[in-house]
């Protein structure tokens, strides 16, 4: 007796077990799964949604990435798993966050070649060595902070652009602030109008290709310090989510 089954009755099968709108070949989701991804990583899961914002800012198998301002690295060990081991992760922070609070933490994340496919960049902007190759980059929760770190943004936004492929990807997430408040409350409340970082990053010659709401919350009063511990907490914020373009032709 024959006991294979037709090609299209295979794929009948096939569709039937995945679930409604689940991709059969999800990097990202394969990378938040991940056995080896720490609790305190779960943890965070809830109120960052990285499986809605890598996937809005395009991630796939085998890009080149730029993790910006990378903090402890929490992105930069979903972007490693999910980009795959063609594929390579720039972890680049300057000396302010691994000095505050990124340094512990992001040493015991790499340690014994954990993450094989990630290399560290601690540097400042206008050292990065990672190459102009770029397929994407990605800046979380980071731009509010250039003020009062005395960043040239500017030159930051320059500097990206520079080490982006032509068509490459920016993805940009942080904290709301009230309209009109450009970058004054960088240091008071660590938020930023969303208006101003567009503004600016266009006049780099990005294009804004998309805005996901995935992370607002009109209940957000934006008048609150995101570090008040009497406070929601720096996750709980409105935050805004913007997917930049370098064009394919530059002037």
């Known amino acids: 007796m024959n006991t294979l089954l037709p090609l299209a009755s295979l794929l009948a099968v096939v569709a039937f077990a995945a679930a409604p709108g689940t991709k059969l070949d999800d990097p990202v989701a394969e990378s938040i799964a991940h056995p080896e991804r720490l609790a305190s990583d779960h943890e965070r899961d809830a109120e960052r949604q990285p499986q809605r914002i890598l996937d809005f ?3 796939k198998r085998g890009m080149r990435v ?23 992760v720039h972890c680049q922070n300057t000396e302010v966050p691994l000095r505050v609070f990124a340094d ?22 206008d050292e990065v060595s990672f190459p102009k190759t770029l397929d994407a980059a990605i800046l979380v929760r980071f731009y509010h902070d250039f003020a009062w770190q005395e960043v040239d943004r500017p030159a930051f ?27 004054t409350e960088g240091k008071r409340l660590h938020r930023v109008e969303a208006a101003l970082v567009r503004k600016e990053l266009e006049a780099a010659g990005f294009v804004l290709e998309a805005e996901s709401f995935v992370l607002t919350d009109p209940g957000d009063t934006l008048d609150w310090n995101i570090f008040n511990r009497e406070g929601p907490g720096r996750d709980a914020t409105s935050r805004f989510v913007h997917l930049y373009r370098k064009p394919l032709t530059t002037r």
């Open 57 to 59: 800012f395009d991630i």
């Open 66 to 88: 730029a993790d910006l301002m990378a903090g402890d690295g929490y992105y930069t060990e979903l972007l490693s798993r999910a980009v795959g081991p063609d594929g390579v």
């Open 104 to 125: 512990g933490p992001l040493t015991a994340r790499l340690a014994d070649d954990r993450l094989p496919n990630v290399e560290r960049h601690d540097e400042e902007f």
């Open 157 to 183: 936004n320059a500097m990206v652009f520079e080490h982006l492929k032509p068509g490459g990807l920016l993805g940009v997430v942080d904290h709301h602030a009230k309209d009109g408040a450009g970058i």
